[in-house]
């Protein structure tokens, strides 16, 4: 376990530092073309000093700055008390010295995603869609998804990766948009011309980088982005014991709707699976997350127990290749597979999903959604649900049934 958390900081640190050479040599090509050969350290130092100003923001304040941009509102237990209640089981099974703080993203869309610094200032995030749309038994796999992201101390990563990334694309386009619209190294370039062509072919060499640079970050960034995916599924079914619940919600997240409105190809790589609206089936190299049919299938593999060894062996099953450090495959115990807790007439009735079913499920995300905008909630005596807005200044209200006038409380 402790070998597998190891393992995620010390690739962390190596693609920080690769990702980090990457933007330093993008400030240095772009300062020879700006300032010519002795603008190379001015580049360096540029660059340098907008990623430092990023990574103070983001170690400082990154995870809320994730949770704005993607609109969470953070939540109390009587919003959702079961979400309230698994979250808390599964910090107990994680052994986290602190309790995540809860937030509920008000879209209808099924997803979710862990940010923070440490695991003693986690937040876990999920949208009113996948409240409304799966059971107990799925809700724990996904809760304990993200709980593994932050017992592998992922949510760090992804705050700096992240970071990192974005400084990498905001100098590139800086320099792309000085160059095609503003004319930059234009007029350096007329007045060099008859010393020959070196200060174009700078330019030239400047303006390849700066389209390919955010490209290969992004490469770097998903290629380890999809390894954690796979590990995160690893800790999950270890928690739980149940590898089904969590193979279940995929399957039905993925059928779905899985795109999230306030999603961003930054912030992307943190949710459960890709919120962007595009084509789920992408190549590899440019998906931000594992095949979900892979993860399905070694999840669902798992028949002889729910240690980091089972899910190992399944995965070299699927994959033909290992994930798991092999240290951290030598413990001794056996962790069990459990029995699913939702009942036989659960799963039966969302088999069936008749139109009725689907129009409470729809009903229930959009009580979700009036519960976290802070709606208030009042039936009358002849049985009509009423939902009071914030923005209602008076303490009473009329029945527009049968005319009975309620308190708000």
């Known amino acids: 376990m402790w070998e597998l958390i190891r393992a995620n900081k010390r690739n962390s640190v190596l693609l920080i530092i690769a990702m980090a050479m990457l933007l330093g040599a993008v400030g240095a090509i772009i300062g020879v ?28 304040s990154g995870d809320q700055i994730l949770l704005a941009s993607s609109k969470a509102q953070k939540v109390t237990k009587e919003v959702h008390p079961q979400l309230f209640n698994v979250v808390e089981e599964m910090t107990i099974a994680a052994n986290l010295p602190k309790m995540p703080d809860i937030y509920i993203i008000n879209d209808p869309g099924m997803n979710a995603f862990a940010t923070g610094r440490n695991p003693e200032n986690a937040s876990v995030a999920v ?3 996948l409240l409304g749309r799966l059971n107990r038994d799925e809700l724990q796999g996904v809760i304990a998804h993200e709980i593994s992201h ?31 619209w503003g004319g930059m190294g234009r007029s350096r370039y007329s007045s060099r011309s008859r010393e020959g062509g070196g200060q174009a072919i700078i330019i030239i060499v400047a303006l390849v980088l700066a389209i390919l640079a955010p490209i290969f970050a992004q490469l770097l960034y998903f290629a380890l982005s999809r390894k954690r995916e796979y590990l995160a599924d690893a800790g999950a079914a270890r928690l739980t014991r149940y590898p089904e619940g969590l193979a279940n919600a995929l399957e039905k997240i993925a059928r779905g709707h899985p795109q999230v409105a306030v999603a961003n190809k930054v912030t992307a790589p943190m949710y459960i699976i890709n919120p962007l609206k595009e084509k789920m089936d992408l190549s590899a190299w440019t998906s931000t997350h594992p095949p979900i049919e892979k993860r399905i299938q070694i999840l669902r593999n798992m028949s002889h127990g729910a240690a980091y060894i089972d899910y190992e062996k ?70 009509l649900k009423m939902k009071i807005p914030p923005t209602y200044k008076h303490k009473q209200v009329r029945c527009p049934r049968c005319g009975y006038v309620s308190t708000i409380s």
Request: hydrophobic share 50%; net charge positive.
């Open 127 to 129: 949208t009113a869609g």
């Open 314 to 383: 399944s995965y070299e099953r699927v994959t033909h290749e290992h994930i798991i450090p092999s240290s951290a495959l030598k413990e001794k115990d056996h962790v069990a597979l459990r029995e699913g807790i939702t009942t036989a007439a659960t799963v039966m009735a969302g088999a069936m999903a008749t139109e009725g079913i689907q129009r409470k499920t729809r009903r229930e995300v959009g009580d979700i959604m009036h519960r976290v905008n802070k709606m208030a909630f009042l039936t009358c005596p002849c049985g």
């Open 150 to 180: 932050i017992l592998h101390r992922d949510i760090l990563f992804v705050t700096l990766a992240g970071v990192m990334l974005g400084a990498v694309v905001l100098i590139s386009q800086v320099f792309l948009r000085a160059t095609l």
């Open 33 to 60: 073309a700006v300032a010519g050969p002795r603008g190379t350290l001015m580049g360096v130092v540029v660059a340098v000093a907008i990623w430092m100003i990023l990574m103070m923001v983001s170690l400082s």
